[in-house]
């Protein structure tokens, strides 16, 4: 459970957090003097604070030092007055994380609090990279594959260069992950480790979140704001989704890749700073550059040095490995005692086509273990957590042609399940070509494979086929015994 120090001599405001936190999501702690929350800094190890500004015998300003001493990466956020928030802004500067007015506002406070908690889980929360000593509470990159085995390599090599990184793959393939591994293993591991989501934010807003406004520099600007990049001096910053800024905004960041200056919104005061930019993308940058929507000058700059990861269906060898991790990973969190996933599961997961890549899959095993009694994971407990696999895919992949590409891309990849995966997926294309001649008739399509209507049941279920999905059956082309139909 994350805690949060809140250090104020008003009871009333600390009565306040209290409130506006309860629940077993976060323990609040509390401390009426500067003095008295450093002393819990040191026992408690605390995940956020909040720092009032005026503290007696110590000003907020001196504490924040002593926190920064005692952990140079525990996010402050500061309770300040209106008539004292240049102080505030002045702590933001040497890289506390945010303010917040007096009176609080409880959305403004939460919301910023639980930011806060979150960088500070990016930060702390180390990721496993295979070969690695890090213990069972971190984050791991898992896989074995030869393409994976290739980005541990270059996060390895890049680490420790002081050089802009691109990380590219599709959405849910754990880009983040990447990005926090090469700045734990940087030398800037002990400065600040920022995090900024390109798509989530208003391009009017983007602006100003990465450098900052003045007051009166727009409609509700009642205050300065220190921007990202001007917070995060000295440490690393990951912008994800960059393929998302403006063309406008692309500009500005080319300024600040190449002189490491930039000046905030409404200003004209030019700030140095001193940032690692890791960036991340599921967009085709050159496509889009050849289409005038993103600079080309900024491409370069950004790619120093890029990491590719690949989809989950390009490394179908690490699906095992990864249901092995979240199943043992939500078994304990869900306090569900799972100890294996069925053959018949394992079939129906592997023969997926996981558009979602890593997330989906986490996702799934999350859904199919709340569904779960007993030891094993079973076919039925992935209902509706697991779509078919898609039809026009598995029947280009059988044909002769189709087949023969996809087991020359298996050998490119260094796959080690080629043998399974091949047959699966004849395996698919037969029973829908016989389903579908038969009109999803069970008796006679067992006859025509040679098999049971036992055995093609089982099939049908460890393979994830679907009468919805896969076999087209016209209405009222079929009578006669009901049982037999293809459920």
């Known amino acids: 459970m994350p805690t949060l120090l809140v250090v104020d ?20 702690v509390e401390a009426a003097t500067a003095a008295e929350g450093l002393d819990l800094s040191r026992q408690r190890q605390p995940d956020t604070v909040l720092l009032d500004i005026m503290l007696p015998e110590m000003s907020g300003l001196e504490a924040y030092r002593a926190f920064q001493t005692i952990d140079p990466k525990l996010p402050v956020i500061f309770i300040t007055a209106l008539d004292s928030s240049d102080v505030a802004i002045q702590a933001m500067s040497l890289g506390a994380y945010d303010f917040v007015l007096k009176p609080l506002e409880v959305a ?3 919301k910023v609090v639980r930011q806060a908690l979150d960088i500070r889980r990016l930060m702390n929360v180390p990721v496993s990279v295979p070969g ?19 980005v541990y390599k270059a996060i390895g090599r890049v680490a420790p260069q002081n050089v802009t990184v691109l990380i590219r793959g599709e959405s849910g393939t754990g880009k983040e992950l990447v990005a926090r591994a090469i700045y734990q293993h940087s030398p800037r591991a002990s400065r600040p480790f920022l995090a900024v989501n390109c798509a989530a934010i208003p391009d009017t807003l983007l602006e100003s979140e990465l450098f900052g406004h003045e007051k009166g520099a727009f409609t509700g600007a009642d205050q300065r704001r220190i921007g990202k990049f001007e917070q995060c001096n000295g440490g690393t910053l990951f912008l994800d989704e960059v393929g998302d800024m403006s063309l406008l905004l692309q500009a500005k960041m080319l300024r600040v890749l190449q002189q490491q200056q930039f000046e905030r919104v409404g200003g004209n005061q030019t700030i140095t700073t001193d940032v690692r930019l890791i960036t991340a993308t599921n967009r085709d940058l050159e496509k889009m550059v050849e289409a005038r929507e993103f600079r080309a000058d900024l491409y ?12 989950l ?11 092995d991790y979240f199943l043992r990973r939500f078994s304990t969190a869900l306090s569900k005692d799972v100890q294996a996933i069925s053959p018949e599961a394992m079939a129906i997961l592997m023969a997926h086509h996981w558009p979602g890549n890593i997330r989906e899959l986490e996702n799934v095993v999350r859904q199919a273990l709340l569904n779960t009694v007993g030891p094993v994971l079973l076919p039925e407990f992935l209902q509706g957590a697991v779509s078919a696999p898609d039809s026009g895919a598995d029947v280009a992949t059988a044909r002769g042609d189709g087949l023969t590409s996809t087991i020359e891309r298996l050998l490119d990849q260094g796959n080690e399940n080629l043998y399974a995966e091949a047959v699966a997926a004849l395996e698919r294309y037969v029973l829908r070509r016989v389903l579908s001649r038969t009109q999803g ?6 006859k025509m ?33 009901d049982e037999d139909e293809y459920p």
């Open 300 to 311: 370069y700059r950004l790619s120093g040095f890029t990491i590719h990861l690949p989809p």
């Open 449 to 481: 494979l040679g098999i049971t209507r036992g055995s093609l049941r089982n099939k049908i279920r460890a393979l994830g086929l679907s009468i919805d999905r896969d076999i087209h059956i016209e209405e009222g082309a079929s009578s006669g015994d």
């Open 313 to 323: 269906r390009e490394r179908t060898a690490d699906v095992p490995l990864l249901l």
């Open 132 to 150: 690695g000593t890090v213990d069972g509470g971190a984050d791991r990159l898992v896989g074995r594959s030869p393409a994976m085995q290739d």
């Open 108 to 110: 403004r406070l939460c």
């Open 9 to 28: 001599d008003d009871r009333a405001v600390r009565h306040l957090v209290r409130q506006a936190f309860q629940g077993p999501e976060l323990e609040v």
């Open 441 to 446: 008739n069970i008796s006679q399509s067992a």
